[in-house]
């Protein structure tokens, strides 16, 4: 069993029609803790650590044999708890980053909210160390996004995250990355020619392997 800890319920759908998709048969137990979210953004990502850790602990007690953060904001968090919890715990965004380091050298990352910026910065950056590349990370806030995504308004959320996405051309960025999983749908919705990147499809085949690797 593969455990997701998610800080919004709209992630739930998502990864389970991506199991069904590519890795059917898998079983899935989603977790799905907003307050978590809501109180690194206030206290930041550090304020939660033991409640991240006991909630893997939990989730490992429970039989899940690897743990899939898919919150970029706690990404570390979760990751730094991986020896307490005793099951291998893996932030949705990683393979992304590795991904966008082997792309080109100039990195723009869009974010719908601001606490993700930092955390995604510095996983694209510690993936370009591992990689022994040079990158340039440019980070870009995309402005009233999250408003629509706390009010449901999904379409609304992924247009303006694609009309950001577009606003890059090749002469400023190598690729994109899309910060947060829920800004996934906006990569089939850009036109420009800079490749866009999403996280949930190859961060759940890495917890997957994981998962049944363990």
Do not use: K, N
């Amino acid at each position: 069993m593969l455990a997701l800890l998610h800080t919004s319920p709209v992630h739930v759908p998502v990864f389970d029609a991506l199991r069904d998709a590519d890795r059917p048969g898998l079983r899935l137990r989603h977790l799905v803790r907003e307050d978590l979210l809501e109180r690194a953004r206030r206290d930041g990502p550090g304020a939660v650590a033991g409640e991240v850790r006991a909630v893997l602990a939990r989730a490992a007690g429970a039989g899940a044999r690897a743990v899939l953060c898919t919150c970029s904001t706690l990404g570390g968090v979760a990751e730094g708890a991986a020896v307490a919890a005793g099951v291998p715990v893996l932030r949705v965004d990683r393979p992304m980053a590795a991904a966008a380091v082997a792309a080109g050298p100039r990195v723009v990352v869009l974010a719908a909210l601001e606490s993700t910026l930092g955390p995604t910065a510095g996983l694209i950056e510690e993936e370009a160390r591992r990689a022994g590349r040079a990158v340039a990370v440019r980070t870009v806030l995309v402005d009233g996004a999250w408003s629509r995504f706390e009010a449901g308004d999904s379409e609304g959320y992924v247009r303006r995250v694609a009309a950001a996405a577009d606003a890059l051309t090749p002469a400023g960025a190598d690729v994109i990355v899309l910060a947060q999983a829920s800004m996934a749908p906006a990569q089939r919705l850009t036109t420009t020619a800079v490749p866009v990147l999403s996280s949930p499809r190859p961060g759940l085949a890495a917890a997957a392997e994981a998962a049944l690797a363990g």
